[in-house]
């Protein structure tokens, strides 16, 4: 058969010398390797001890944005929905009511808003199209889970803490 | 009619024979396509409607063939009628790119440009106007015109502040409906769509303004908030309406009829008007026969998600393991949005806080 490269070489069919008998010397080469790679610079850091630094573009778990007065950003304006390729933004707008001026910026609101975490495919898009800079994907991993219904991330999920009324909590 | 003499003239190098009388506009859409000159306040149905917005502005390089003198300024082609060897330039002239790109800005000055809260946003003339033809930035840097809240009724919600005054909705209640009840008060800067003292437009076919409004000044009370115009599907339907033809497009979601409006051509202009009955409270699916899915242009953001002609796969899981797959999450369980108690399609204003407040 024709060769395809030149890069194979022929397996060397000769009978085994005394030296590659006994296996010894394979025995300490191999064990060379292995203790050479003790001293060499280790691959893995112990996790949740240690962290390793994020790329700056780095897209983990999503928030939604409150403004300076801790009014809700969103206006439920569904382009997030639109940009997403996975499909795994939904939401329900509704009108503001006069009093809740110090909940929501624009006169119209998500009164619901969710991720399906289960769905997201964590690429930035819906983060790129929001025109009122409320979704952001954080630094944060997305959390694993036992069940799936805990990856519904729901609007109290997502929204990050009041700067006033709210303590951060950690 | 037909003996009026038939006039050629020549847009963008594509010459067409019209009947005299004709303006440049209308023998541009009787050719189609890109040499048509964009308007906004021009509307076929409406008498006296155009000249207004300046949109539609071309340059008529040869007069006649009497006169071939090109005309000294660019010309609003919704208002001049075509002469005999007339020559017009569209798309093919600088100035005519430039003073539209112009006019979009004078159009945007006092546009609030909120179109993440405007309902007309995916359907707006003035959205698609300046993204074909706008600058993306303004050089305008005082503040812009912003009016009080007025309530016209339960059925149509006026944003003064998105006008462009076009006056196609003083056209549509004047020649459409038995009394018109609203019009522009005030002069210049100051003009304003206003009803007089506050009083709330129930004309039979006044719901006919939102289908008119280029923008987002007039739009559908009962639809308000309650879906973007992209993630519902629109479908043409018909019923027998003693007022109206009853032929309208309905938006639909799932089972939902979230909006009806009138059915719209490919210039965005109504083709039959429709009554308020049909309009805003024929809500349900039983009231409609339902024709089919309407034709969307693929360009636009209303075509997307809709797969046309893609058949569903046949599923043998069941068959092959002899009982039904278990679920290993029904998403209606979990999820908050799309509850079936909270219909908001049948809210008839937008959704409040106090709305969602049911437990479930």
Redesign the interface.
């Known amino acids: 058969m024709e060769k395809l490269t030149n890069r194979s070489a022929p397996v060397n069919r000769d009978p085994m010398t005394f030296g590659e008998k006994i296996y010894l010397p394979a025995i300490a080469k191999g064990l060379s390797i292995t203790i050479g790679h003790i001293f060499k610079k280790k691959a893995t850091v112990s996790y949740p001890e240690e962290k390793r630094p994020f790329s700056p573009v780095f897209r983990g778990l999503h928030v939604l944005n409150r403004d300076e007065e801790g009014r809700e950003r969103c206006?439920?304006?569904?382009?997030c929905?639109?940009a997403c390729p996975a499909e795994a933004i939904?939401?329900?707008?509704?009108?503001r009511?006069p009093g809740?001026e110090n909940l929501y910026r624009?006169?119209?609101y998500a009164?619901?808003y969710?991720i399906?975490m289960l769905r997201c495919i964590f690429c930035g898009y819906c983060e790129e199209a929001c025109?009122?800079d409320a979704v952001y994907l954080s630094e944060t991993i997305m959390p694993t889970n036992y069940t799936?219904?805990s990856f519904?991330y729901?609007k109290e999920d997502l929204l990050i803490p009041h700067p006033k009324m709210q303590q951060e909590t950690k | 009619m037909s003996e009026q003499p038939k006039f050629k003239v020549t847009i963008d190098n594509i010459t067409v024979e019209v009947p005299a009388g004709t303006t440049i506009l209308n023998a541009a859409r009787m050719i189609g396509g890109e040499v048509t000159p964009p308007a906004m306040c021009y509307y076929s149905k409406l008498e006296g409607s155009g000249g207004k917005c300046r949109t539609c502005l071309v340059e008529v390089s040869k007069g006649s063939e009497k006169d071939p003198r090109p005309m000294p300024k660019l010309v609003a082609s919704c208002r001049t009628t075509v002469m005999d060897g007339m020559e017009v330039k569209n798309i093919t002239s600088e100035k005519v790119l430039d003073a539209r790109k112009g006019v979009v800005e004078m159009l945007l000055i006092n546009h609030p440009l909120?179109?993440?809260?405007c309902d007309q946003?995916g359907e707006c003339h003035l959205q698609d106007l300046s993204y074909e033809h706008g600058a993306s930035g303004t050089r305008y840097e005082f503040d812009r015109r912003t009016f009080e809240k007025e309530d016209i009724g339960d059925y149509i919600s006026l944003h003064m502040t998105r006008c462009i005054l076009c006056y196609r909705c003083v056209f549509t209640a004047e020649q459409l409906t038995q009394r018109r009840e609203h019009g522009i008060l005030e002069r210049g800067d100051h003009a304003e769509i206003s009803t007089l003292l506050g009083k709330s437009l129930d004309n039979e076919f006044i719901g006919n303004v939102i289908d008119v409004c280029p923008v987002g000044a007039l739009t559908d009370k009962t639809f308000?908030?309650?879906?973007?115009v992209?993630?519902t599907k629109p479908v043409d339907a018909h019923c027998s309406c003693t007022k109206c033809s009853g032929k309208v497009r309905l938006w639909m979601r799932g089972d939902e009829v979230f909006r009806v409006t009138a059915r719209k051509d490919k210039w965005g202009e109504v083709e039959e008007f429709i009554c308020n009955d049909c309009r805003f409270h024929r809500k349900s699916v039983s009231d409609w026969t339902i024709e089919g899915p309407s034709k969307i242009d693929r360009h636009s953001?209303i075509s997307?998600g809709h797969y046309v002609g893609t058949k569903k796969q046949p599923v043998y899981i069941d068959k092959v393991i002899g009982k039904d797959p278990k679920l290993?999450?029904d998403?209606h369980?979990?999820?908050?949005?799309?509850r079936p108690e909270i219909e908001?399609s049948k809210i008839d204003?937008?959704?409040?806080?106090d709305?969602?407040k049911k437990d479930r």
């Open positions: 206006t439920a304006c569904g382009l929905a639109l939904t939401m329900e707008a509704a009108e009511k809740e624009e006169e119209k009164a619901k969710e399906n025109p009122k799936r219904d519904i729901k | 909120d179109c993440p809260v946003a308000r908030f309650k879906n973007r992209w993630f953001v997307q290993l999450m998403i369980k979990v999820s908050d949005v799309n908001l204003g937008p959704a409040h806080s709305d969602f």
